[in-house]
């Protein structure tokens, strides 16, 4: 079974400074998805980036990018220009290619400072 | 216009009672899944229906019976509720491979 881990329970970062969150996954599959949710305190799960294994370059939504190193099986989150509503809880996640489930890391929340 | 919708919000009730959860979804998604989110935050799939077809039931009590009426519609009904039962429950559905679209979650006191 696949499990996906993030090291970091709580990570900080001040107002328009850089943030990377970490995640790393454990598989045998060669073709698989890669996500990262965001949580905030209204509890809502919201998508921010997703990656396909198959696609050798990174994602990128915004402020938001993730760097893919298929081969080390990491899978991480930089928040560029942090803003104060960027404060929640994220969650990476993993995803068989012909899988429809989610498999969650147990998530790092990340506080925001003016 | 929300995609996916569940209700109730909150939900406190006693030891014993038995409750139940809704969720519909307006995508059009074929696949609906009902997550378990614990005190420390912790996501796991309870099950997964496809087409109104149960696909996946995970490690979880038979007081817990997911229902699909049709394939836009998927409720969790829980008998014999437990402390152990409070958390948040979230619904949610995809089309695959597109991503999951999660509703706004059920927060389960039971005390």
């Known amino acids: 079974a696949q499990t996906v881990t993030q090291s970091q329970p709580e990570m900080s970062v001040q107002e328009a400074e850089t943030v990377t969150l970490s995640c790393t996954y454990d598989t045998s599959e060669s073709d698989y998805y890669l996500f990262w949710y965001k949580q905030p305190p209204s509890r809502q799960m919201i998508l921010v980036i997703r990656q396909e294994a198959y696609k050798q370059q990174n994602a990128t939504e915004n402020r938001f990018s993730v760097n893919f190193q298929k081969a080390a099986k990491s899978f991480s989150l930089k928040i560029s220009d942090s803003q104060l509503g960027d404060a929640a809880m994220y969650f990476c996640?993993?995803?068989?290619?012909?899988?429809?489930?989610?498999?969650f890391g147990k998530g790092t929340m990340l506080l925001v400072s003016p | 216009d929300t995609a996916v919708s569940q209700t109730p919000k909150y939900l406190v009730t006693q030891m014993g009672n038995d409750k139940s959860i809704k969720c519909e979804q307006n995508?059009?998604?074929?696949?609906m899944y009902w997550y378990k989110q614990d005190s420390k935050k912790f996501l796991k799939i309870m099950f997964s229906?496809?087409?109104?077809?149960?696909?996946i039931n995970e490690t979880v009590p038979n007081r817990f019976s997911p229902k699909s009426p049709d394939k836009a519609h998927l409720n969790l009904h829980i008998n014999s509720l437990e402390l152990g039962d409070s958390a948040v429950y979230f619904c949610?559905?995809?089309?695959?491979?597109?991503?999951?679209?999660f509703g706004n979650g059920t927060r389960l006191t039971v005390t």
């Open positions: 996640a993993y995803r068989s290619a012909g899988y429809s489930t989610l498999t």
């Open positions: 949610a559905s995809s089309q695959f491979p597109s991503p999951l679209h």
């Open positions: 229906y496809n087409n109104k077809e149960l696909i």
């Open positions: 995508l059009g998604h074929d696949t």
